[in-house]
């Protein structure tokens, strides 16, 4: 199979065979679009590393230090942040991160600033801790511009942290250097601890650069929790691991604290196949999958372009659009609507905050035969509401 073809395979039929939640949650003639997990092959490379690690036995309890020094090796040469394997804490996944971030930089009643919309587990983080959110607000007008501005009102005397997630999911922007340097200044100006979820710095269109907040500056990166992962460059989410790096030592060692008794980091195989994942060995994938995701962007504008009542912002990072939907309902009563009407599962615009009325966001890394099928399908549905 030419390379091309491995990223545009995916067929309803051959879904509904593989296993994950994402095709088997609803009854098989739903098209899922709700979960950010993408319907593409697992990368060869990682397939072999899982299975020699099984053929090795390595299934006892083991260290996790080569995998930390993969990952400390990967930040300095990609993110360009000298790091070194003790400034790395590997994690289930990435959402650890956001719980250990305000364990350690807040009280209950401590103020954390975070986007309206946002990937909704940062509201979750907050509820839970008994923290308050402070809502820093990105408009589709605007691009989902980072306003600095309207981030400097913001703080107060009680603002203890920053989340910020680039890639921004749901909203598909993709930092400016000059956004994420005015939010360092602030951040180092009143002394803020920022926690970034960078687990989409590979899904950039347009031949962006991603930049990490760490690497401005050694006052930024004193202040900054920087969280990574594998599930959406590879489609490894089952794999369960994340990685967060701190280069500030104190900040690690408490880290290190609030996580020892509650989180283990991931399993010997996930790690056995983090090297593959990081060094050079999957560059070939990491291009490859860009050329595909910017086929099917072209063709989601251009199938949304041809929808009437519809806008959608840009999308610069994240294989998840956004778009609006101007027919008088709810983004809830527009997902449910989808869903019985279409046979399409949406998330709910609103599940990322209020500013998410009125949308819908769906993952788009499939093949373009799915996303075809997709909007004809919502085309059908929406000229029905006419
Ligand atoms: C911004 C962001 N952070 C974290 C996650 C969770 O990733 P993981 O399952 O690798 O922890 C997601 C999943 O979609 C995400 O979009």
Redesign the pocket.
Known sequence: MIREEFFNSATIEGMLAAPGIKWHRDPPDVIPLWL?DPDFPIAPEIKRALLNAVHDEDLFYNSDEKAREAMAAKITRRNGLEATADDVMITQ???PAMWLSIWYACKPGDEVIVNDPM?F?FFTAVERTETKPIYWPLEMEEGYRFDVERLKERVTDRTRLIFV?NPH?PCGRVMTKEELKGLADVAVDNNIVVMV?E??EDIIFDGRKHITLASLSPEIADLTITSW????TYGV?GL?M?YLCATNKEMMDHLKKIARGVQRGASTLARAAAPVMLDDTLNWWREDVMKHLHKIRALCEKRLEETPGVTYPQLEG?YLMFPKFDYGMTSEELEKYMFEEARLRFSVGTQFGPRGEGHLRMCIATSEAIINEVFDRMQRALEKLK
């Open positions: 950010a996944g990435v959402l990937y587990p997630c999911n979820d687990l989409w992962g594998f599930s959406k989410a369960q994340g994240t």
